[in-house]
């Protein structure tokens, strides 16, 4: 079983910066992908961001160039660190990590952008 614990959620004015980080343990023998996605409601979950055990990210066209993914495999986290936020980025986010073949998901922290 692997356990995530996500932080770092909050409050933040338009243009403000967040970080978020997820921390997995547990029985994990190595960490494949891991990403984050965001849901608000009456909306389907969307992928904001994910970074692959090589490195390789992908990320949502809404967020090129003001959120980046990184990854700590030595303490199996995963951050997401979120640029000059806007209003239509607030929203639940869960950390997502894959150890094969099992997709596990995070709790959710709430991401509020103020205008």
């Known amino acids: 079983q692997v356990h995530l614990v996500e932080s770092g959620g909050g409050l933040v004015q338009a243009g403000g910066s967040l970080r978020l980080s997820c921390a997995a343990s547990?029985?994990?023998?190595?960490?494949?992908?891991m990403g984050w996605y965001r849901q608000t409601p009456g909306k389907q979950r969307e992928l904001v961001a994910a970074?692959?055990?090589?490195?390789?990210?992908n990320y949502a066209d809404s967020v090129k160039g003001r959120f980046t993914i990184s990854r700590d495999n030595a303490k199996n986290t995963v951050y997401l660190q979120m640029m000059r936020l806007k209003p239509e980025d607030t929203a639940v986010y869960y950390c997502n990590v894959e150890v094969r073949p099992i997709v596990y998901w995070g709790q959710g922290t709430q991401v509020t952008v103020s205008s």
């Open positions: 547990g029985r994990i023998f190595s960490i494949d992908s």
């Open positions: 970074i692959t055990s090589g490195g390789r990210t």
